[in-house]
């Protein structure tokens, strides 16, 4: 199994609908991110959590949320998507070091589409 | 702030030949710096970084980096490309004390390699 797992791989929705796309992973980490990735525009941060009780906006974090239910598990939530959030959506995790290189393991991705 | 440019969105060579990807970054501390790969319908993953000491770094698939501080730069280079190195390529910054956990990428640079 991956270390850290994205679900759903693919969703289609259209706008005005919530969607979730949820998170998972197995290295033990505290730190977890949700990065966009859009076409020439590389990767841009959204939210990220040291812990459980820690979260943070990102550089572009209106029109979403997210919810970090276990140290394990951090979800995304568009709660009425719309078409400009078409997008690959990525998970990842590091170690909860506060010196030293903050690493980054991905998730494989989700791509959402909003019609 | 930090930044970082990429020069060339889109890099073609032929198998065997020289890989140079070139990366230029800005930062008001001293910098951590990373490439990572992302290779199709996968997540990124840790090429090689650099943190402090010596300024050439190696990695993986025989993929090496210099950090260049007096030009800020940090391109990435492979003697001979293989075919499997088809991907997109990141480059990022990170300062190096209490928010390393900030990373800044750039906009990626698509790799094509050539029969």
């Known amino acids: 199994d991956a270390d850290v797992t994205q679900t759903p791989r693919n969703r289609i929705t259209k706008t005005g609908k919530r969607i979730m796309l949820e998170c998972s992973q197995t290295?033990?980490?505290?730190?977890m991110y949700w990065y966009r990735q859009d076409p020439g525009l590389g990767l841009r941060l959204i939210y990220y959590?040291?812990?459980?009780?820690?979260?943070n906006k990102g550089e572009i974090s209106d029109g979403y949320s997210v919810s970090r239910q276990a140290q394990a598990k951090f979800s995304l939530s568009l709660e009425s998507a719309i078409p400009n959030q078409t997008a690959l959506y990525f998970c990842?995790?590091?170690?909860?070091?506060?010196?030293?290189?903050?690493?980054?393991?991905f998730g494989a991705g989700s791509r959402l589409t909003v019609l | 702030a930090q930044s970082v440019t990429q020069l060339g969105s889109h890099v073609s060579v032929s198998e065997g030949a020289l890989v140079l990807l070139r990366c230029n970054y800005s930062?008001?501390?001293?910098?951590?710096l990373f490439w990572y790969v992302q290779y199709p319908n996968q997540g990124l993953q840790l090429l090689l970084k650099?943190?402090?000491?010596?300024?050439l770094v190696k990695g993986i698939n025989g993929f090496e980096a210099e950090f260049k501080k007096s030009e800020t730069s940090f391109h990435l280079t492979k003697p001979s490309a293989h075919m499997s190195d088809a991907a997109e390529y990141f480059c990022?910054?990170?300062?190096?004390?209490?928010?390393?956990?900030?990373?800044?990428f750039g906009k990626g640079t698509l790799l094509t390699v050539n029969p």
């Open positions: 650099y943190t402090t000491g010596a300024t």
């Open positions: 959590s040291f812990d459980v009780k820690d979260i």
């Open positions: 290295k033990g980490h505290d730190r």
């Open positions: 990022a910054v990170s300062d190096s004390g209490g928010s390393n956990y900030k990373l800044t």
């Open positions: 930062s008001s501390v001293p910098p951590y």
């Open positions: 990842a995790t590091s170690l909860g070091a506060t010196s030293g290189a903050n690493v980054l393991t």
